[in-house]
């Protein structure tokens, strides 16, 4: 199986496995326990937390460790929207972002502006420009796309933001280690661990001081009292690993993995979908006219690449984020997402790609 579907998860990384088989296989104990064990545990959860936060870049504030991006989200949303109250009862946010997100949003008793983009999948500047104002209590936006890779403008939504007086969230999953992000201009961030090379079922949220959500957790408050629940030694161990791992080589990997794909996958046939210049080259979304994906991927058992996110899988429903480029229903469902990164060796992607193609021409 050549895998390419990096967006929905990356293989675990060798070195954050090694570190987790201690916690998993001899060292049990819970790290919010007084006893001896239960302070080496949580000395342990404590150097992964520096390790991630190192990591992000970020010099201030406090990271939460949570179960993933998804419950990092919904913190970041819900709990700011509970702590400023109805003195600002609008939340901004993009077409494109992740579900975690809009639905998050469309979940909350407030007024939701949900911002356009254009064909690029890049934010409308003056929509954002008008919408963002001292009503705002939160403007969520996310790094780097999962479905197209498109980086959107970070730093300057939050300086909008902060002149409004709004918080400003950043969904930095994709884009973590891959392309820079502007800390300063946010002030909360959310990152997931088996984006990175790193283990499922563990993601934190970094938290500028003074802009802490609202609790949404409630129990034991083992998180700085602001998140409820026994941490895993073991998931923040294999997280905080793979965090130090993340590098310019990977970059480098992925130009040259770029190249190769967009030379295979190539125009006039192949479509890039998204901006071809505001984009993390590790994700390759590109459409040919008339392709029949579920029979494509029938065809092409043998390599694992995507029509769209994982976690809308099955749904019956075309892309959100497609559509909103202003693709058709047609076009949207002509789509796949190729994704690769530190493991994918370019002979197996040109093969693989190479039988994506024939295949897709074979519709013809």
Not at 160 to 177: I, P
């Amino acid at each position: 199986m050549t895998y390419l579907d990096y967006q929905a998860t990356t293989p675990l990384a060798p070195e954050a496995f090694a570190a987790m088989v201690p916690w998993l296989r001899d060292q049990h104990a819970n790290p919010h326990s007084p006893h001896r064990e239960g302070r080496r545990a949580k000395a342990a959860v404590e150097v992964a937390r520096g390790q991630v936060a190192a990591a992000l870049g970020a010099t201030g504030g406090r990271l939460f460790f949570t179960s993933g991006a998804t419950e990092a989200a919904n913190w970041a949303i819900t709990g700011t929207c509970a702590r400023v109250g109805g003195k600002r009862p609008k939340v901004v946010t993009i077409a494109t972002e992740h579900a975690c997100v809009l639905d998050t949003a469309r979940a909350l008793a407030a007024e939701v502006v949900v911002l356009p983009v254009g064909p690029d999948g890049l934010v409308d500047r003056d929509a954002a420009l008008a919408a963002i104002d001292d009503r705002t209590a939160i403007v969520a936006a996310m790094l780097v796309n999962n479905e197209i890779g498109v980086v959107q403008p970070i730093a300057w939504l939050g300086e909008l933001a902060r002149a409004a007086g709004a918080v400003m969230f950043c969904d930095a999953v994709q884009g973590f280690g891959r392309v820079d992000l502007a800390v300063d201009a946010c002030d909360l961030i959310a990152v997931s661990a088996h984006k990175v090379y790193g283990p499922k079922g563990v993601g934190a949220l970094w938290v500028r001081d003074g802009m802490e959500p609202a609790a949404i957790l409630h129990g034991g408050g083992q998180e700085g009292g602001l998140r409820s629940g026994t941490l895993s030694p073991a998931l923040c161990a294999g997280f905080g690993v793979a965090a130090t791992l993340l590098s310019v080589e990977d970059r480098a990997q992925v130009e040259r993995l770029w190249g190769i794909a967009r030379m295979v996958l190539s125009a006039p046939d192949w479509v890039l979908n998204g901006s071809a210049e505001q984009r993390w080259h590790g994700n390759l979304n590109v459409r040919m006219d008339g392709l029949d994906v579920a029979r494509l991927m029938s065809e092409c058992r043998t390599i694992a690449f995507s029509a769209g996110s994982a976690c809308s899988s099955g749904s019956g429903r075309s892309s959100h984020v497609l559509r909103a480029l202003g693709l058709s229903e047609r076009e949207a469902r002509s789509s796949v997402r190729i994704g690769f990164g530190r493991y994918t060796q370019e002979e197996e992607l040109v093969q693989a790609l190479q039988t994506i193609d024939r295949a897709a021409r074979g519709q013809r």
